[in-house]
């Protein structure tokens, strides 16, 4: 195996919530060209794993790398890589137009980059960029988002059910930027639509009880 090729590496990760284990001894390896729909009953370890990976939580047993990297202790390089469409949208104060600004500055994505990935989305950024993120419909915050990660090319794309806030137009040109990706990247979607991601990826992985119990190609 080409490690250099690994995206996300978890060895033995275990987390505890209140004295309740949430992840139990995960072992998982994610490498370029896996596109994984990761599936699950709510409170399975899903989204608490994929926060371990971005260093939103520390673990307290194992270990996880990203990129080659510690998610806690080398957080910033760990984004670098990563583009994170979260379930909900965080409570963002900026307009549309300096958040854009910001993107551009922090990870040197162009601006106009994120409008084009936006536009294909029928989200148009320059009428709306004045605007506060915060005050932006459900699905009008969850295709910007989706602009975002796409347009910065990502090592790493992360979706925790990017498609909740859609209607089914939206869907459909989501999906359709997914099939457009024009270069090498690792996915993990996690889900509850496996069907809606048919064609879309080769890997499913189900966890339950806070351990990976399925693990396999499609």
Known sequence: ????????????????FMGATVLDDVNLRISLGDRVAMMGPN??????LVRCMLGFYHIDGGSIRV?????????????RHVGFIPQLPPPVKL???????????????????????AREMELDIIKHRQKPFFKLSG???QKLLIAIALARKSRLLVFDEPTASLDPRAREHFYELLQ???????????????EELAGLVNREITMDLGKVVLDERV
């Open 139 to 141: 699905g009008m915050k």
């Open 67 to 79: 990129a080659g990297h510690d998610p806690v202790t080398e957080r910033v390089e760990v984004l």
């Open 43 to 48: 409170g399975a370890g899903k989204t608490t």
């Open 1 to 16: 195996m080409d490690r250099n090729r690994i995206v996300v590496e978890a060895e033995g990760v275990r987390k505890r």
């Open 180 to 194: 457009g990706i024009d270069y090498e990247h690792a996915a993990i979607y996690i889900t509850h639509r496996a």
């Open 95 to 117: 307009t549309l137009g300096e958040l854009l600004n910001f993107v551009e500055r922090s990870s040197g994505t162009p601006a106009e980059a994120i409008a084009q990935k």
